[in-house]
């Protein structure tokens, strides 16, 4: 606890939370689609009960903000689903984001959070490495990717992110993405240990100071490279630059720069004719991760290239494009609470089993590890794959003239 600055982390709620607050009617539609509460069934987990709990110290009918209030608003995934079936419009994110920004302000954000934010700070990547390590991926590969010497003008900057820079599970993301750059005769640069975090669990944590020097600093590394485009295969990495870098650094920082989801990216090359696909007669559904189709209203892309794959079936889950069920691995839940993150992907495998799908295709690093460890420790058989490792198996050689 801290007295003093409580009272201006109250002070802050305050002031904009009536607006906010009163919107909410109560109706409790936004229960149904929560995975929190879904799975934990405590109304001070749900959104209706986090607008509750923002609306008691907006009215200061709550003596003290305590480690137990805090963790209420920690325990959230920040998807974003509440938001899409409130008939009244509240705006759950933009209370989330109040709040963690003032607990972080008055010293309760949690000792796995706070780490993170240190390492973050520190290393300049999520897993505490030297960051030099960011180009690991590249390691075992057959030839290395032209992008590590790229010479002169190249047409995009490929921002791998943190997760598939460090994680050698994920290694095989960027290796496909790169392979297939190639392929496509797309020419291209790797920031290497110039790139940072881009400073979305950080912003998650409420630490949007912190954000917005990893994200400076992203921006003028892109910038030295002359490319006029960057791409991410990460959507958490490209909802921050494409939406909050401007936010937070101005307008016009990104002016002359293109950003792009490998999925916009890849479906531009299909489009293009610079990607010939051999036939692949699966049937699979495609997981929206949030970041991305929710709050980045990226969802025809990807199919896009999933249907200009000879032969095979796509079909969709019960909840699908914007009413697409987090994997899990959102809003750092998995730092904060990592056995309720660990039991939320159960439900959406079963919703692929329940399409007929045997592959479920995502285009998300994070979706990946979270939906094929569940997969794993259930036993359920059923395979995860992103979008470009799908294309990387499937493209014909020498497509491009
Ligand atoms: S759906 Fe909206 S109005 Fe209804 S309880 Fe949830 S936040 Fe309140
Ligand atoms: S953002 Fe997602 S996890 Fe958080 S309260 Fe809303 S639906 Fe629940």
Aim: aromatic share 6%.
């Amino acid at each position: 606890m801290c007295t003093d600055k409580v009272e201006t982390s109250a002070h802050i709620v305050s002031q904009v939370a009536e607006e906010l607050y009163l919107k909410c009617i109560r109706c409790g539609k936004c229960l149904s689609v929560c995975p929190i509460y879904r799975e934990t069934r405590i109304e001070t987990m749900s959104p209706r009960g986090k607008v509750a709990l923002y609306r008691a110290v907006g009215e200061d009918d709550l003596p003290e903000i305590s480690p137990v209030y805090a963790s209420k608003f920690y325990t959230c995934l920040m998807c974003e689903a509440c938001r899409e079936v409130c008939p009244s419009g509240v705006e759950l994110d933009v209370i989330m984001n109040q709040v963690r920004a003032d607990l972080a302000h008055c010293g309760l954000l949690p000792d796995s959070l706070q780490r993170l934010s240190d390492i973050i700070v520190s290393a300049g990547n999520i897993s505490d490495e030297d960051n030099a390590r960011r180009l690991g991926w590249t390691e075992n590969m057959a030839s290395k990717p032209v992008g590590l010497d790229y010479d002169g003008q190249v047409e995009m900057v490929y921002f791998v992110g943190c997760v598939s820079s460090l994680f050698p599970a994920s290694y095989h993301i960027p290796q496909s993405l790169a392979g297939i750059l190639e392929k496509a005769g797309v020419s291209y640069a790797l920031m290497g240990g110039e790139e940072r975090c881009c400073g979305y669990p950080l912003l998650l944590n409420g630490e949007s100071e912190l954000a917005l020097e990893m994200a400076q600093h992203n921006v003028e590394a892109a910038r030295v490279t002359g490319a006029p485009q960057v791409v991410m295969s990460c959507p958490s990495c490209y909802h921050m630059w494409k939406h909050t870098y401007p936010e937070i650094l101005g307008d016009d920082v990104l002016d002359g720069l293109e950003i792009l989801h490998e999925t916009e990216m890849l479906a531009g090359l299909a489009r293009a004719g610079r990607l010939r696909f051999k036939p692949w007669p699966v049937t699979v559904t495609y997981h929206d991760s949030c970041d991305l189709g929710r709050k980045s209203d990226i969802f025809d892309a990807p199919r896009e290239v999933l249907r200009a794959i000879p032969e095979l079936e796509l079909v969709e889950m019960a909840d699908h494009r914007a009413h697409s069920l987090c994997c899990g691995g959102g809003g750092n839940l998995e730092t904060y609470n990592r056995e309720l993150a660990q039991a939320l992907p159960l439900r959406r495998l079963r919703q692929a089993e329940e399409a007929g799908a045997s592959t479920i295709v995502v285009s998300c690093q994070q979706c990946k590890r979270t939906l094929a460890g569940a997969a794993r420790r259930e036993k359920i058989r059923i395979r995860v794959i992103d979008l470009a490792e799908v294309v990387a198996e499937q493209i014909e050689e020498e497509p491009h003239a």
